[in-house]
């Protein structure tokens, strides 16, 4: 089983930065295929961001330009560095793990979730 802790969200001003991290245990980590996904009440889940084959990354029309993923293989660590914070930002962000093919927007091309972390954005 592969274990994933999200941490690094809280609330910030509309503008301004926040970087989530995403810690993995009990896989090899640089194997996996990694994304972020966020969602609020009432709405599916948003692909934000992924990172495949350790190097190729992919990012979500709302977040292009503003967010940029990236990992760190000797630490087991992604990082999501959120930048221009918008209050549509908002949400519960999760990082995930899977297969390197198929398509990396679709939430069941991961096979393990974190618990997810909270940011909320203010006007």
């Known amino acids: 089983q592969v274990q994933l802790v999200e941490s690094g969200g809280g609330l910030v001003q509309a503008g301004e930065s926040l970087r989530l991290s995403c810690v993995a245990s009990?896989?090899?980590?640089?194997?996996?295929?990694m994304g972020w996904f966020r969602q609020v009440p009432g709405k599916e889940r948003e692909f934000v961001a992924s990172m495949r084959w350790s190097a190729i990354t992919n990012y979500g029309n709302s977040v292009k330009g503003r967010f940029t993923i990236s990992r760190d293989n000797a630490k087991n660590t992604m990082y999501l560095q959120m930048n221009s914070l918008k209050p549509e930002d908002t949400a519960v962000y999760y990082c995930?793990?899977?297969?390197?093919?198929?398509?990396?927007?679709?939430?069941?091309?991961?096979?393990?979730w974190g618990q997810g972390t909270q940011v909320t954005v203010s006007s």
């Open positions: 009990g896989g090899t980590f640089s194997s996996y295929a």
């Open positions: 995930a793990a899977g297969r390197n093919s198929g398509d990396y927007t679709n939430p069941s091309s991961y096979d393990y």
